[in-house]
């Protein structure tokens, strides 16, 4: 099995905003779970906030935690939602 294989994609909504890039995550089946921004989004300094709709890759072998590989632009958070009025 390649290591592509061994990870499931899921989505879910950031409930609480932890140290070290580190959020817990809701996802759509109620389960809650850890996850850490992946090395990408640190990269390029993608900013995740509570209420954030994020795809989430996890392992088969440790279903509780997992890695925020992309945020939905139209996902809620604080910063969503709001306009520049002329």
């Not at 592509?4 to 109620?30: C, H, R, S, Y």
Request: no cysteine.
């Amino acid at each position: 099995m390649s290591k592509q294989e061994d990870k499931i994609e899921v989505e879910g909504i950031v409930t609480e905003a932890l140290p070290n890039t580190q959020f817990m995550v809701e996802l759509d089946n109620g389960h809650q779970i850890l996850a850490y921004l992946s090395g990408k989004m640190r990269k390029f300094y993608i900013r995740i906030a509570l209420g954030d709709r994020v795809r989430v890759e996890m392992s088969m072998y440790d279903p509780s935690r997992g890695r925020i590989v992309f945020r939905h632009k139209d996902g809620g958070g604080s910063l969503s939602g709001t306009s520049k009025s002329n």
